[in-house]
């Protein structure tokens, strides 16, 4: 049974950081593309960053520059390294391996003062 957990979330204030992990239980990640999205309640789901399986990345334009998405394929782990943290960060962050519809529970980052 494949299985993805998040950890990491919490409260933070505007300009601090966070780093969010996902541990894969079941899936070999080194062979696959992981992803994080976020939701705040309300909204549809959006996606925010992705790491190839050959270390490739891509980022949201919202991000880019200040999240940084990893992986350690040793620990079957990928993060997200989460700097200049605003407000608007606040949601619902989810990691994925889309190919395969397998998602985490999710975990809750709050940006506030």
């Known amino acids: 049974q494949v299985q993805l957990v998040e950890s990491g979330g919490g409260v933070v204030q505007p300009g601090g950081s966070l780093r969010l992990s996902c541990l894969a239980s079941?899936?070999?990640?080194?062979?696959?593309?992981g992803e994080w999205y976020r939701q705040v309640p309300g909204n549809e789901r959006e996606f925010v960053a992705r790491i190839g399986s050959s270390g490739v990345t891509y980022y949201v334009a919202a991000v880019k520059g200040r999240f940084t998405i990893s992986k350690d394929n040793s620990r079957n782990t990928m993060y997200l390294q989460m700097n200049s943290l605003k407000p608007e960060d606040t949601a619902v962050y989810y990691c994925?391996?889309?190919?395969?519809?397998?998602w985490g529970q999710g975990t809750q980052v709050t940006v506030s003062s």
């Open positions: 079941g899936i070999d990640f080194s062979l696959y593309t």
């Open positions: 994925a391996v889309v190919a395969r519809n397998y």
